[in-house]
Nanobody
């Protein structure tokens, strides 16, 4: 099994920044594409960002493009989400997910493993 643990969430004012981390178990982290998703109360889980298993390819939701950056350090079995210029509409629980293919996708349906999530709250 693959276990994922998110951290780095918290309360921040609009315009501020946070960096989320996702620590993965095992020695085969580089065999998985990774993604970040988020879910606000009463809303469906939505794609935020994805990264290929070596980190050479990334993709982003239009709503976060230019503000968020996904990266990974396979030596540390960790994927990151740097979030800048945060907006109140970014408020959600953020989830890390792993996909057993080379490239990420924007569909939550494609991912095999999920973390428990970390809360991000952006105040006005």
């Amino acid at each position: 099994q693959v276990q994922l643990v998110e951290s780095g969430g918290g309360l921040v004012q609009a315009g501020g920044s946070l960096r989320l981390s996702c620590a993965a178990s095992g020695r085969t982290f580089s065999s998985y594409a990774m993604g970040w998703f988020r879910q606000a109360p009463g809303k469906l889980r939505e794609f935020v960002a994805g990264i290929s298993w070596r980190g050479g390819s990334t993709n982003y939701a239009d709503s976060v493009k230019g503000r968020f950056t996904i990266s990974r350090d396979n030596a540390k079995n960790t994927v990151y989400l740097q979030m800048n210029s945060l907006k109140p509409e970014d408020t959600a629980v953020y989830y890390c997910a792993a996909k057993s293919t080379r490239y990420s996708s924007s569909s939550s349906y494609d991912y095999d493993y999920w973390g428990q999530g970390t809360q991000v709250t952006v105040s006005s």
